[in-house]
C-alpha cells in the first residue's frame, strides 16, 4: 500500500525564521510528489515535482525532491505570520492507481509575529 | 488554473438522510477526484469520476454509500447515502486540467458536512 510521512506534524516558528517540512513516501510506480497549502477548507497547489523537474521555487518557497532517497523537502524562508497553515505532502502514482493522490498527514505550521 | 466551484458550502444533515453535493468547474477538465477529510486527518480519495460511465472507487468506498454522477466534461456530483455522524467530514473535488498533469490537481473550496 502506498505510503506518504511528513515530519514534524506540527511546527512553531516566529516571523523571520526558515523552516524545513520533511516528507518521505513509499509508492508502487511513481509519477509525482506535490506540496500543498491547506488553511480553511481547500488545498492550495504549490508545486508538483517529477522525475523531469526535481527542483521547484516561487518567491520564499522552494522544494527538492530526492527520487532515490524517496523524500522532499518544502523550504519557507523570512517565514510569515500569513505562512501559518497545514502543508499537505502528496504522491501520485499510475498503473491501476492513475491519477491517485495519496496524501501525507500534513504538518501544521504556526507563525508568530 | 480553472475556477472550481462547490455546493453547499457547508450543510448539518440528520443521519439517515442523504446529501448530493455539486462540483462545477469553469473549463474543460481531463479527471475529475472526490475526496474526503475526516476531522482531524488528511485526504483520502473516494473515487475518480469518469464522464460518462461509472466512477472507479477506492478500497473502502463503495457505490451505495457513495453513488457518483459526471453528466459532462465540467460537473460532477457525489452524493453520501444514509448517512451516519461517521459521515462527518469535509468533501472534496479536485480536477486535472485539459493539457496538463492529471497529477496537478486543483481542488474545490469544498463542503464540510455534519451529521447529527
Known amino acids: 500500500e502506498d505510503k506518504v510521512v511528513q515530519s514534524p506534524l506540527s511546527l512553531v516558528v516566529h516571523e523571520g525564521d526558515t523552516v524545513t517540512l520533511n516528507c518521505s513516501y513509499e509508492?508502487?510506480?511513481?509519477?509525482?510528489l506535490l506540496w500543498y497549502k491547506q488553511e480553511k477548507k481547500a488545498p492550495t497547489f504549490l508545486f508538483m515535482l517529477?522525475?523531469?523537474?526535481i527542483e521547484k521555487k516561487s518567491g520564499r518557497l522552494s522544494s527538492i525532491l530526492d527520487k532515490k532517497e524517496l523524500f522532499s523537502i518544502l523550504n519557507i524562508t523570512a517565514t510569515q505570520t500569513g505562512d501559518s497553515a497545514v502543508y499537505l505532502c502528496?504522491?501520485?502514482?499510475?498503473?491501476?492507481?492513475?491519477?491517485?493522490?495519496?496524501f501525507g498527514q500534513g504538518t501544521i505550521l504556526t507563525v508568530h509575529p | 488554473s480553472a475556477v472550481i466551484s462547490q455546493k453547499p458550502s457547508r450543510d448539518i444533515c440528520q443521519r439517515g438522510t442523504s446529501l448530493t453535493i455539486q462540483c462545477q468547474v469553469d473549463?474543460?477538465?481531463?479527471?475529475m477526484f472526490w475526496y474526503r477529510q475526516q476531522p482531524g486527518q488528511s485526504l483520502t480519495l473516494i473515487a475518480t469520476?469518469?464522464?460518462?460511465?461509472?466512477?472507479?472507487?477506492e478500497s473502502g468506498f463503495v457505490i451505495d454509500k457513495f453513488p457518483i454522477s459526471r453528466p459532462n466534461l465540467t460537473f460532477s456530483t457525489l452524493t453520501v447515502s444514509n448517512m451516519s455522524p461517521e459521515d462527518s467530514s469535509i468533501y472534496l473535488c479536485?480536477?486535472?486540467?485539459?493539457?496538463?498533469?492529471?497529477?496537478?490537481?486543483?481542488f474545490g473550496p469544498g463542503t464540510r458536512l455534519t451529521v447529527t
Open positions: 479536485s480536477v486535472g486540467l485539459a493539457g496538463g498533469s492529471v497529477y496537478e490537481q486543483y
Open positions: 509508492v508502487t510506480n511513481f509519477r509525482s
Open positions: 517529477t522525475s523531469s523537474g
Open positions: 502528496a504522491v501520485g502514482a499510475g498503473g491501476t492507481s492513475y491519477g491517485k493522490l495519496t
Open positions: 473549463s474543460q477538465v481531463t479527471m
Open positions: 469520476a469518469n464522464q460518462g460511465s461509472e466512477a472507479t472507487y
